[in-house]
């Protein structure tokens, strides 16, 4: 089973600073999710990535995968109180079960 | 349900002690797992239910954990004889498709804490 890092661990910002976070392997993905989860609740997901350099929006955060499927990030442009919470990456390694990594906590401050 | 319900949200016990843990999944889906998250840390995969059967027990840390999914719905962790090292947030997915791709819907976990 391959190792999801990410980094940083922690980040905290003002308020309409943006900021991106990571997540790297060694090994290549088959696709990569990318949750965030708020205090107290589950993560809810994100986005599904699958093809190598593929680019998504939604809103005011952009993923992007890597060329060569080994890693990807995370951009959120202008962020906002709302934005806090913990950012996990996760693999699919096969009948739906996830590979998570540790997780970026991501503070907004007014 | 509208969406993923495990109960309790806390539970405090006393080293020694069973203690069982419910998740309610999304109605219909087929496809359900739990995961434990300790302090600071990403989800660790425990067990994979599709319909009342469990393809994939891999993820269980020792004998003391087992679970059951009955009716292809309702399932239960049951944690024997818990340890301080158990304490951690344990968080049930349930998804529609087993597949690659799925989508994970989680519910908001059960924060056990061992005394």
């Known amino acids: 089973t391959q190792l999801l890092e990410q980094s940083p661990q922690f980040l905290s910002i003002q308020e309409g600073e943006n900021l991106t976070v990571y997540c790297n392997s060694s090994s290549v993905f088959s696709s990569l999710q990318w949750y965030r989860q708020e205090p107290g609740e589950g993560p809810v997901l994100l986005v599904t990535?699958?093809?190598?350099?593929e680019v998504k929006k939604l809103k005011r955060l952009t993923f992007q995968f890597g060329d060569a499927r080994k890693d990807s990030s995370l951009h959120i442009t202008a962020a906002q109180p709302g934005d806090t919470g913990l950012y996990l990456c996760a693999e699919n390694i096969g009948w739906g079960k996830l590979q998570f990594g540790a997780g970026t906590q991501v503070v907004v401050t007014p | 349900g509208a969406g993923v319900s495990q109960s309790p949200s806390n539970k405090v016990t006393e080293k020694g002690k069973d203690v069982e843990l419910r998740c309610d999944p999304i109605s219909g889906h087929t496809a359900l797992y739990w995961y434990r998250q300790s302090l600071g840390q990403g989800l660790e995969f425990l067990i994979y239910f599709q319909g009342n059967s469990a393809p994939d027990k891999s993820g269980l840390p020792s004998d003391r954990f087992s679970a059951e999914r009955t009716g292809g719905s309702v399932s239960t962790l049951t944690i024997q004889r818990t340890q301080q090292e158990d304490s951690a947030v344990y968080l049930c997915?349930?998804?529609?498709?087993?597949?690659?791709?799925?989508?994970?819907?989680f519910g908001s976990g059960t924060q056990l804490s061992v005394l």
């Open positions: 997915a349930s998804s529609l498709e087993r597949l690659s791709g799925g989508k994970l819907f």
């Open positions: 990535v699958v093809t190598g350099g």
